[in-house]
């Protein structure tokens, strides 16, 4: 049996931050801080624990906001006290943390050893060097080569964040740092769209006219071809949507952009849009005219499949002149596919499909 994976997310607030990246409202000020302590992490460790179940459980302690290694160096070791003092007592099993490429360094992944931190995600948004500078994030596409190289030497898991849809960022230049997440074998990745927040330099680029946000439709097209990469690569994605400053008041903050409360719903929705379609389009139409056609599949997919709204099923039916499709959920892995088509029971390889996908695309 798999363990059922708990996060208790600590989110570290800067008082500031020294960076200027367009789209975050971090007010300017020199050096971070945080006005978080540990009594605050230990009892919210203890909130979120006494609220899990018993048994076999995977518990990770997640400090969140982007720049944790810059803090003090006191602070850090205050903070992570808490989580090492859980782990000792077997309460929690991993400590994780997210930081900037440039705040890596020999000292403090000795820190971060010390104190037994198992994750380091990086907050990189882009390996293309022209769009790391236009964004003002104020470090180079070499810096997060360096650091990721440093994290996986001292036997960290790596995580990588990226963003699509930057200033003067394009679909190719998504897929490229894609590319090179790959190659540096990451433990997770995350995926955000970027979002014109109130107060940000980009909301001003946004009103001048210099900078477009990517519409919903043009942001779910790019997260597919990323989320099938990754997926081809069995590189585990565990959050698509929002942005890595996502203490922000949605609705309140968020100007414009390709936000979707149901962002990643939308995107595996249209992978198997894609997978379908595809795979259908091999057959011959006069099979599938006036028919009901049954999907089995696992029952985590079903919604994915049928899409939002059941759209996909609403498209295939039309695409197909089919008379219905009916989505049975079933004991079987995910990702699994049975289409059936009265006696005929057509088992679709995802994997494969993805890979003809990503070839006729000229991505891989
Ligand atoms: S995204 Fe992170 S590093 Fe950049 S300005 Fe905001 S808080 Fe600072």
Redesign the pocket.
């Known amino acids: 049996m798999s363990k059922n994976y708990f996060i208790i997310p600590i989110f570290v607030p ?1 008082l500031g ?1 020294p ?3 367009v ?2 409202n ?1 007010r300017r000020i020199t050096g971070l801080s945080t006005d978080v302590t540990a009594e605050y992490v230990e009892q919210t460790i203890e909130e979120y624990i006494s609220t899990f179940p018993e048994g076999k459980i995977h518990v990770e302690v997640a400090f969140y906001g ?2 944790f290694t810059g803090i003090d160096m006191e602070v850090q070791k205050n903070l992570l006290s808490v989580p090492l003092k859980y782990k000792a007592k077997n309460k929690i099993d991993g400590i994780r943390l997210s930081t ?1 490429p440039d705040y890596i360094d020999e000292k403090v992944l000795n820190l971060l050893k010390k104190y037994k931190v198992d994750t380091i995600e990086l ?1 990189v948004q882009s390996l293309k060097d022209e769009v790391l500078n236009k964004s003002g ?1 104020g470090h180079s596409s070499r810096q997060v080569f360096d650091a990721a190289k440093l994290i996986k030497d001292y036997g960290f898991n790596l995580g990588l964040q990226m963003m699509i849809g930057l200033v003067g960022d394009t679909k190719e230049n998504a897929i490229y740092t894609a590319k090179e997440f790959i190659k540096l074998d990451p433990y997770c990745v995350r995926i955000y769209p970027t979002l014109v927040i109130k107060d940000t330099y980009l909301e001003k680029m946004y009103n001048k006219g210099v900078y477009n946000p990517l519409s919903l439709e043009e942001s779910i097209d790019i997260t597919t071809d990323l989320l099938m990469l990754f997926e081809y690569h069995n590189i585990n994605v565990i959050r698509v949507g929002l942005q ?2 996502d203490n922000i008041r949605l609705g309140r903050d968020v100007v414009i952009g390709p936000f979707h409360s149901s962002y990643r719903q939308l995107v595996e929705s249209n992978i198997y849009k894609i997978i379908l379609k595809d795979y259908l389009d091999t057959m011959d139409k006069a099979i599938f005219f006036n028919k009901t056609i049954s999907i089995k599949t696992n029952s985590k997919s079903i919604s994915n499949i049928a899409g939002q709204r059941s759209n996909n099923i609403k498209y295939l039916i039309d695409r197909y002149k089919l008379n219905n499709i009916k989505i049975y959920g079933e004991d079987m892995p995910e990702g699994s596919i049975y289409i059936c088509i009265e006696d005929l029971e057509i088992n679709i390889d995802k994997k494969e499909m993805i890979e003809m996908y990503l070839k006729r695309q000229a991505i891989i």
Request: glycine share 14%.
């Open positions: 800067h931050c960076h200027d990246c789209f975050c971090q982007g720049s900037r907050g994030r890595p400053t």
